[in-house]
C-alpha cells in the first residue's frame, strides 16, 4: 500500500514525503479532526480562562506532544475566542457540503 495525500493543511511529521491533498491535485482540500473542550452555558469567565490556561500549559509539555504525535495530531493550542470560531465555521462548512452534494438522511 503507498500513501497519496494527507488531508491536514500541512504535510505530516510522521510521514513527511506524502503530499497533502492540495499538494497532490486537489487545491483547497482540507480535512482535519479537532477536539475540544466545551463547558455550560454562561461558565465564569474567569474560569474558563483558567481552564484554557492549564491546558495550554499540559499541551505545551514535551511528553504530551511526543504522545499526540505518536497518533498522528498535532496540538494546536488556542484562546477560548478562537476555538469559539472553529466551531460556527465547521457547521458552516459541513452544512454547505451536505447541501451542495444533496446529501439526505435515512
Not at 477560548?80 to 451542495?100: H, M, Q, V, Y
Amino acid at each position: 500500500m503507498r500513501a497519496l495525500a494527507v488531508t491536514g493543511a500541512q504535510r505530516s511529521p510522521l510521514a513527511p514525503e506524502v503530499p497533502t491533498a492540495s499538494e497532490a491535485g486537489l487545491p483547497g482540500f482540507v480535512l482535519e479532526a479537532w477536539w475540544g473542550i466545551l463547558g455550560p452555558a454562561k461558565m465564569p469567565p474567569d474560569l474558563v480562562k483558567r481552564l484554557n490556561q492549564e491546558l495550554n500549559t499540559v499541551l505545551a509539555q514535551p511528553e504530551v506532544r511526543d504522545v499526540l504525535a505518536r497518533e498522528g495530531a498535532t496540538p494546536k493550542p488556542e484562546t477560548p475566542e478562537e476555538f469559539g470560531k472553529l466551531i460556527p465555521a465547521e457547521l458552516a462548512r459541513w452544512t454547505k457540503l451536505i447541501k451542495d452534494a444533496n446529501i439526505q438522511t435515512e
